[in-house]
């Protein structure tokens, strides 16, 4: 569902994000830098990924000059 209101070049981003993030060097990357374990590490990931599709489901707000 948070795809189907983006455009081409947002999926896209969407899906490198969370490519990234779920990979074994974002893993890695939580234990070398915040001495996170995999569990913490993953929940942290399923947060930023929650939180990543809500955003994409949220109205968009217009711009402001």
Request: proline share 3%; net charge positive; no cysteine.
């Amino acid at each position: 569902p948070a795809m189907e209101r983006l455009g081409r070049e947002e999926r896209q981003w969407l899906t490198d994000v969370v490519f990234v993030l779920s990979s074994y060097s974002s893993v890695r990357a939580f234990r070398d830098y915040l001495g996170l374990n995999t569990d913490e590490a993953g929940k942290r990931v399923a947060w930023a990924v929650r939180t990543l599709a809500r955003g994409a489901l949220a109205p968009k707000r217009s711009k402001r000059s």
